[in-house]
């Protein structure tokens, strides 16, 4: 059989549906919720073999399950309008926060009134209000994420706080090559540090009894596949259908829509809804990527520990200026030690290291002389992740924007987290803003 004889054999057996949704993390599941609940016939590819997307962890042989990051969801999040069958799945937690600063002690996450701004003493006191003083006088034009942080808090607090470092070690990019525009849409807490009326009122928060309110929750100890499978399992009720470990390979326009040639066969649509990264979805339609969006690779290690730990926290936050990682969470915290030992996973962006074992070495050494662990402190495994979040260097989100709407003239809808290029921290944020691209009203689906 010649190729074109195989290729009309394979698009004769072209499963049709309504919709193909690319991806199954949670903006592909919840915008196959939504189109499911509209009567459509939705398929759901992802090269992945699970659904969840970068929601995923590992275990090890001795019991120990890490995730790749940290992820708290609430009892009120949107996502269980559309999946209220996993709030019995999930882990009711008392997180608490804290950060490594400069100076070498844990404190509040993301500022400290007391350590980063009392402390400073009178010189320092003097010199954090002068900064913000200069700043808002004479540094009001801004062109970056540095010059909005800057701004609002000064350029002596932005270093004594670590908070300039952290935005490097987070967004893989020097504060000054971050851009303007994301720093307006994810950073605006910072104003709320820089009044002091502000800062008495959180103050004053703080001592207050707490309140009524959403209750935190973690994925079942077991992993995200115990979260993620129930999920999809209502969603094949609903008629869903999934094609995971696809092997996505191209699409093509047809007068019907598009095919999506994947490596056992063909699934056709009239409409695509793209939640991948956007570099994936323009190789699938042939497009180069001009100019190349960057994203972060994402080093997790995973740790075990035995001895005296130098915090009570269950998430720590790398505000020095010195060492690679960023963030650390102790899922022992959450779900119990195994075998009497703690355990917690570290997160490190790969470009400001460049191996696992240097990741590794680069923590031993700074968490240790820190005084973070005074003890038995165990590699036991380690992930790399691609694509983990986009990196948002100037001019980024003006080219994602270009990117996006080259998919949208060829027909592809490019949403969510990874298809918009769009930091979005939590599910909440996820959920709401796919049942915005979908076209749903917060109640539509009514649970």
Same mark, same amino acid.
């Given at each position: ?46 090269? &992945? ?9 590992? +275990? ?29 799945? &999930?882990?009711?937690?008392? %997180? ?12 509040? &996450?993301?500022? *400290? ?8 003493? %009178? ?37 004594? *706080? ?29 104003? =709320? ?26 994925? %079942?100890? =077991? ?15 609903? !008629? ?27 699934? *056709? ?5 793209? +939640? ?18 960057? +994203? ?84 036991? !495994? ?6 983990? &979040? ?58």
């Amino acid at each position: 059989m010649d190729d074109a004889s195989h290729q009309a054999m394979q698009m004769s057996a072209a499963q049709h549906f309504d919709v193909i949704v690319l991806g199954a993390g949670i903006s592909g599941l919840v915008a196959a919720s939504i189109l499911a609940s509209r009567g459509e016939r939705v398929v759901v590819v992802d090269d &992945y073999g699970h659904p969840g997307g970068n929601h995923m962890d590992w +275990t090890s042989p001795e019991g120990y399950t890490f995730d790749v990051g940290s992820l708290i969801f609430q009892d009120d999040s949107p996502l269980l309008r559309h999946f209220p069958e996993l709030l019995s799945y &999930y882990v009711p937690i008392d %997180p608490s926060w804290g950060r490594l600063n400069p100076q070498g002690k844990i404190t509040t &996450y993301p500022i *400290s009134i007391r350590d980063d701004i009392l402390a400073a003493g %009178p010189a320092g006191l003097v010199r954090i209000f002068a900064s913000v003083l200069f700043a808002r006088v004479f540094l009001r034009r801004m062109a970056n994420a540095r010059d909005f942080a800057r701004y609002w808090i000064g350029s002596h607090l932005l270093h004594r *706080s670590g908070l300039e470092t952290y935005m490097k070690r987070f967004y893989g990019l020097a504060a000054e090559d971050i851009d303007l525009d994301l720093a307006r849409k994810r950073m605006l807490w910072i104003s =709320e540090y820089a009044s002091v009326i502000n800062l008495t009122r959180r103050a004053f928060k703080r001592r207050r009894a707490a309140g009524p309110g959403n209750r935190q929750m973690a994925r %079942p100890k =077991e992993g995200f596949a115990t979260l993620y499978e129930p999920a999809a399992r209502r969603l094949e009720r609903d !008629g869903v259908v999934f094609r995971l470990s696809a092997g996505m390979r191209g699409v093509e326009k047809v007068p019907s829509g598009f095919e999506l040639s994947l490596a056992d066969g063909v699934v *056709s649509a009239q409409r695509i809804v793209s +939640t991948v990264p956007i570099a994936i979805a323009e190789r699938l339609c042939g497009m180069a990527s001009q100019p190349v969006l960057k +994203t972060i690779t994402l080093i997790s290690l995973y740790f075990s520990f035995s001895g005296e730990r130098g915090f009570t926290q269950s998430i720590i936050y790398n505000f020095s200026h010195t060492g690679a990682w960023k963030r650390l969470t102790v899922y022992s915290d959450f779900y119990g030690r195994v075998n009497g030992r703690e355990y917690f996973a570290v997160e490190v962006i790969a470009g400001h290291v460049g191996t696992i074992d240097e990741a590794e070495g680069d923590f031993r050494q700074h968490a240790c002389g820190n005084g973070m662990f005074a003890g038995d402190l165990k590699l036991e !495994g380690s992930q790399v992740l691609e694509n983990a &979040y986009p990196i948002y260097s100037k001019g980024a989100a003006q080219n994602a924007a270009n990117a996006i709407s080259k998919l949208r003239m060829f027909g592809i809808e490019s949403i969510g987290r990874q298809g918009g290029f769009n930091y979005q921290p939590t599910a909440r944020v996820s959920t709401i803003e796919v049942e915005a691209a979908i076209g749903v009203s917060g109640g539509h689906l009514g649970n």
